[in-house]
């Protein structure tokens, strides 16, 4: 285990263990980055390197960042999987919970580990990550319900050339042709990528057990995981532990994490090959690929190579509704249902935009949260929050259904902040029920699902963390594009509960960004400066 910043021991005790504070210091800043050894370009690190720190800590601990922006761009942190439970000021949401922290300035997130799994940090701005400011969060508990030798990282990442805001401009362009030109990322695994072998390979002992935390860190596609000969045993997902469940091949959508266990062969005189392939499938009308991506599981420096012509890993993969979680947790029922359509279509200013329900997603000017926090007994209207962010109003403690229905004909991955949420029915749009998968007692619970395309999906949670919570796709430029929605949990109890860090408001200040009133800042309902729109050329 990598140790990060500087532990300091304080006096509150956590379970067994001693909580501490985990002190890191970022200065957020451009580096010159190559990973594949081909395509130097300009990335965002920490502290002048890149990749940023891997991050571990334990249960009880309180992870305080305190983030330095030192580009030319706003930036934030957003701790992926994290609750934030009573500190939704820290969730890291630009638009949704603060207004980001402008170039040269700094913001401290102060952040309650009650969580233990695997996770990640990454920017909240658009599609910034992808430029490289991202990095595994990994919280270990007292106990693991799994024995295993080694704990081992394999972030896999479908990665660009070009930065991240020249990628968003083209495919927000209003020229058709500009937008279905096509530009295809190649696969990282741990920061690395490229032909040479040496740099991406994965080495085992023989006769050990690895914990193989999987998760993919991409802005865009799927992506699909195995090692020739060795079978894996799934143990956790996005945070949930679970009952082992075997499989030759894991897939995972931006934003997912998954744990696996491997156990490493008796002898070292042969390695293999591990397979990270990558669907594309960000683009309208570019042709789909699966972009294959080899690695090496090394045994030892000098062992001969196993590299079947046919080979032994097989692609059909477990659906993770079939996962039957540790912890046994009833799921909540139903009070309130959101069915979601999801489509991609051309809007009256001529670019094209994913949206739920043909409502796209537009960033508010004064976050959500401070519109909450300051507005009173109106903090209940949808309204104020602007008709652009989606707003949808939940009642303190009450159980919610979520129905997402695919007619797009892209998978999407769909990330809720604040919450993991139960999967309880999968299905085909086309209703046909020899299709339909449903839950067992216990639901499996994660914080991030894959929906292909004409397919739905139902999820439920329970509305127990007053806050300002985002509902988006992760592949970031489809979240850009507009399919996104704001949950407005229990506004009454937002506002007598919080209050925002001096550092949080100084930041939109320094932004002109108002810090208090409706989504343009103003009072009330007065949003005459705020047109409805953009809207679907056909079908709104
Ligand atoms: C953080 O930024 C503010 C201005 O935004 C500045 O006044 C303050 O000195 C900075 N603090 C640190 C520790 O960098
Ligand atoms: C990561 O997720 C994206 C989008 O959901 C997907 O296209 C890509 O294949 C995934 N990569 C891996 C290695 O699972
Ligand atoms: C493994 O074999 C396949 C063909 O069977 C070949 O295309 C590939 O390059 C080989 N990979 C390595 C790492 O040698
Ligand atoms: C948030 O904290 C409250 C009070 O402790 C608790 O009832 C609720 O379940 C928590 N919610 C989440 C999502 O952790
Ligand atoms: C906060 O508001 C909620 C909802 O109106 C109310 O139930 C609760 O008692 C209030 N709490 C405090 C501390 O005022
Ligand atoms: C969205 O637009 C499509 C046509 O593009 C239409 O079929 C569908 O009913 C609309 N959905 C909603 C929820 O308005
Ligand atoms: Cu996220």
Redesign the pocket.
């Known amino acids: 285990m990598k140790l990060t910043g500087v532990y300091l021991l304080s006096f509150a005790a956590f379970g067994s263990v001693l909580a501490k504070r985990v002190h890191l210091d970022w200065n957020i800043e451009y580096v010159q980055i190559n990973p594949d050894g081909e395509n130097s370009r300009r990335g965002i690190g920490i502290n002048g390197k890149w990749p940023p720190p891997e991050v571990h800590v334990n249960l009880g601990d309180t992870l305080v960042i305190h983030a330095t922006n030192r580009l030319q761009e706003v930036t934030s942190l957003h701790t992926h999987g994290f609750f934030q439970n009573g500190t939704n000021y820290y969730d890291g949401a630009i638009g949704a919970t603060e207004c980001g922290i402008p170039p040269g300035s700094n913001f401290t997130y102060e952040i309650n580990v009650v969580q233990t799994g695997t996770y990640w940090i990454h920017s909240h701005n658009k599609a910034q990550w992808l430029d490289g400011l991202r990095t595994p969060l990994i919280s270990h508990p007292p106990k693991e319900v799994y024995k295993y030798d080694e704990d081992m990282v394999v972030m896999?990442e479908?990665f660009y050339h070009r930065e991240a805001a020249e990628i968003e401009d083209q495919l927000l362009s209003t020229s058709e042709a500009t937008r279905v030109s096509p530009f295809h990322p190649y696969m990282l695994v741990n920061s690395a990528g490229g032909s040479d072998l040496q740099k991406t390979k994965l080495k085992f002992t023989p006769g050990k057990t690895y914990r193989l935390r999987l998760m993919?860190v991409?802005g865009?596609?799927?992506?699909?995981?195995g090692i020739e000969d060795h079978d894996m045993r799934v143990i956790e997902v996005d945070g949930t532990d679970v009952e082992e469940k075997v499989t030759s091949s894991m897939?995972?959508?931006?934003g997912q994490r998954a744990s696996v266990l491997v156990t490493a062969k008796s002898r070292a005189d042969t390695n293999y090959i591990y397979h990270?392939d990558?669907?594309t499938?960000i683009q309208a009308g570019v042709a789909r690929a699966t972009l294959p991506f080899e690695g090496l599981v090394e045994y030892s420096p000098t062992a001969h190579l196993k590299n079947a012509s046919v080979s032994t890993v097989s692609w059909d993969f477990f659906q993770d509704i079939d996962l039957v979680p540790i912890d046994k947790v009833d799921p909540p029922g139903v009070q309130k249902w959101v069915p979601l359509e999801v489509r991609t279509s051309i809007y009256d200013d001529q670019r094209e935009h994913l949206a739920y329900n043909n409502r796209t997603f537009v960033r508010p000017k004064v976050p959500s949260l401070v519109t909450a926090l300051t507005t009173g007994y109106q903090a209940y209207y949808p309204d104020v929050y602007g008709f652009k962010t989606y707003p949808v109003i939940l009642d303190t403690h009450e159980d919610v259904e979520i129905a997402i229905f695919n007619y797009d004909v892209n998978?999407h991955?769909f990330h809720l902040h604040g919450h993991q949420f139960f999967i309880v029915i999968r299905g085909a749009t086309n209703k046909d029920p020899t299709k339909r998968l449903l839950a067992g007692k216990y639901p499996m619970r994660r914080d991030t699902i894959?929906v292909p395309p004409l397919s739905y999906a139902v999820v439920r949670f329970r509305a127990d963390n007053p806050g300002v919570w985002l509902f988006h796709c992760h592949?970031a430029y489809h979240d850009v594009q507009g399919l996104s929605l704001t949950f407005i949990e229990a506004p009454y109890m937002i506002a007598n509960s919080t209050k925002l860090p001096p550092q949080l408001t100084n930041n939109c200040k320094l932004q002109d960004i108002p810090v208090s009133g409706n989504a343009l800042g103003k009072i009330g309902l007065d949003l005459a400066d705020d047109p409805r729109g953009p809207f679907p050329l056909t079908g709104f």
Do not use: E, H
Request: aromatic content about 10%; charged content about 10%.
């Open positions: 896999l479908a993919n991409s865009t596609g799927m992506v699909r995981f897939q995972l959508s931006v990270a990558i669907f499938d998978s991955p894959t592949m």
